[in-house]
Nanobody, 126 residues
């Protein structure tokens, strides 16, 4: 039974940093893509950063390029999102998601992801 568990959300001042973690279990981790998505109140869910675990494919939203980094520790079945230079507009619930590389056609398309975590709240104050 596939499970994803996010952690690391917190309240942080603008300009600060935060690292989110997503621990996976119950599926073939290295055969999947992992994506970080976020949803702010009143807005649609959007992809933030995504990666394939068995190749070099990556995606970053334009709004986070140069500030956020996605990386993995495959032995721990964990994916991280390092967030630097945080802005108030980064405030959202952040979700990690996993999709089989046999199903993921577009890395940043949430419809291609099968498994989802419960989300972790990130709040950036001005």
């Amino acid at each position: 039974e596939a499970q994803l568990a996010e952690s690391g959300g917190d309240v942080v001042q603008a300009g600060g940093s935060l690292r989110l973690s997503c621990v996976a279990s119950g599926f073939g981790f290295d055969d999947y893509a992992i994506g970080w998505f976020r949803q702010a109140p009143g807005k649609e869910r959007e992809a933030v950063a995504c990666m394939a675990l068995n190749d070099d494919d990556e995606y970053y939203a334009d709004s986070v390029k140069g500030r956020f980094t996605i990386y993995s520790d495959n032995a721990k079945m964990t994916v991280y999102l390092q967030m630097n230079s945080l802005k108030p507009e980064d405030t959202a619930v952040y979700y990690c998601a996993a999709g089989s590389m046999g199903e993921v056609v577009i890395l940043d398309d949430p419809k291609d992801y099968e498994h989802w975590g419960q989300g972790t709240q990130v709040t950036v104050t001005s």
